[in-house]
């Protein structure tokens, strides 16, 4: 099997896992066990807990001393342990230790994927900038798919979402068995302390460039955190309005979540054309833009013929908003770093992303919801209301701070420092 191939299978699945469950998990918390708004953004932030450490210590490991594919299975054959231990929880604090091992080990999975595909294209002799896209699609595609399974299944209410997610996560491991090897690192002996360390991806900080890219990864994480955490509760609240708790939205908000993932389709195969025509700086800015276009549709829609319009112009925008951070912003990383750190430096822009900002989104955003919520009822305008103001700013900030040239060999001079 040709290795692109074999690389899509490993994609689809890798986000099929997290498909099962990331996006209604909150409703089933919410609406069947019960938890705050608190305690919702409390799982959640455990995302934001393992990536703060997790994806940089195993891509350090995965540098060094372990083979990337081989760790790649591991981390999911535990995954698979804790998802199912986290199916028969009920309890905030048993649900938030369950999830937070279930993050310290899938969280460092998604930088290793990104790690052996760039590995793997590269042996084969493909341009990474062009080949990649076209096989990180096929797990927004499977995350679809596990969207739709767990929606028309009718579990997005239900643990049997979790449950799904385990079995997934340990035929995953499984598999990992077949992917090719990714050497470790041939370097034996290194002259800083921090290279020693495996620490060499955190010189990036000591360039301007690099040091305000990761600032506003994680600014930008805590956005992504918040829309995952709260909008498939939010649909499912329009059922509380005599008016739509007939309608499809109610009824499948996952389905219709969903849509923002099958605009990510086209927007991630849209990236080297956007990369090549307009650069990094535009394409980031792009995606702050369409995070805030994205509350703002979110606070106006609703299930009625002119207000689902709006819900589904959210979806479409919401493949920018996380395409054009999240996947070009990776590309970037590849391409500005030296290769002997490659992993460890996916695994720190996955740290600034999934770690440092989606705990603070999730935290935040938690207290936040509480505190429009009164007497039980969520005053979803208003929140939404406040988290676009919080990125319009974020791209106002950016554009004003942030200079990039392509200058690869001034990186690897930076890179080369340690």
């Given at each position: 099997m040709a290795i692109k191939s074999r690389l899509k299978i490993m994609m689809s699945l890798q986000f099929f896992i997290w498909g099962c469950w990331l996006v209604t998990l909150g409703s089933y918390m919410f609406n069947t066990l019960q938890f705050s708004g608190t305690q919702v953004g409390s799982v959640y932030s455990t995302i934001g807990l393992a990536s703060i450490l997790m994806p940089s210590l195993v891509g350090i490991i995965a540098d060094r001393w372990i083979k990337a594919n081989r760790l790649y299975g591991i981390c999911h054959f535990l995954g698979a342990i804790f998802l199912f231990s986290a199916a028969g929880m009920s309890d905030p604090k048993l649900m938030f230790w369950a999830m937070l091992f279930n993050a310290m080990v899938y969280m460092p999975t998604i930088s290793l994927s990104y790690t052996i595909s760039y590995f793997c294209l590269e042996k084969e002799g493909i341009e990474t900038t062009k080949g990649f896209p076209a096989v990180r699609v096929f797990?927004?595609?499977?995350?679809?798919?596990?969207?739709?399974?767990?929606?028309?299944?009718?579990?997005?209410?239900?643990?049997?979402?979790?449950?799904?997610a385990a079995g997934a996560s340990l035929l995953l491991a499984l598999y990992s068995l077949t992917l090719p090897d990714c050497p470790t690192s041939n370097v034996k002996k290194d002259r800083s302390l921090v290279s020693l360390l495996g620490l060499d991806a955190f010189v990036l900080f000591k360039h301007k460039r690099m040091a305000i890219f990761f600032l506003f990864a994680m600014l930008l994480g805590a956005a992504l955190q918040i829309n995952t955490a709260f909008a498939d509760p939010f649909l499912h609240d329009f059922g509380s309005n005599s008016n739509y708790e007939d309608s499809l939205v109610v009824k499948y908000p996952a389905i219709l979540l969903s849509m923002g993932q099958i605009a990510e389709v086209f927007f991630i195969l849209a990236i080297p054309f956007f990369l090549r025509k307009f650069g990094i700086k535009t394409v980031m800015l792009l995606s702050m833009v369409a995070w805030t276009l994205r509350f703002v549709l979110f606070a106006f829609g609703d299930p009625s013929n002119v207000g689902i319009i709006l819900l589904l112009l959210s979806m479409v925008v919401y493949g920018a908003a996380f395409d054009f951070f999240n996947i070009s912003g990776s590309l970037f990383v590849e391409r500005e770093v030296d290769h002997r750190i490659r992993g460890s430096a996916q695994g720190l822009f996955m740290t600034m992303v999934n770690g440092v900002g989606a705990y603070v989104g999730a935290i935040l955003s938690g207290k936040l919801v509480d505190y429009f919520t009164i007497n039980g009822v969520k005053d979803w305008q208003s929140i939404w209301l406040v988290f676009a103001a919080y990125t319009l700013v974020l791209a106002i900030v950016f554009a004003l701070s942030f200079k990039y040239k392509n200058d690869r060999d001034a990186m690897k001079n930076v890179n080369n420092v340690a």
């Open positions: 797990g927004t595609m499977s995350f679809i798919l596990a969207m739709w399974v767990v929606s028309l299944g009718g579990f997005e209410l239900s643990n049997m979402q979790l449950y799904i």
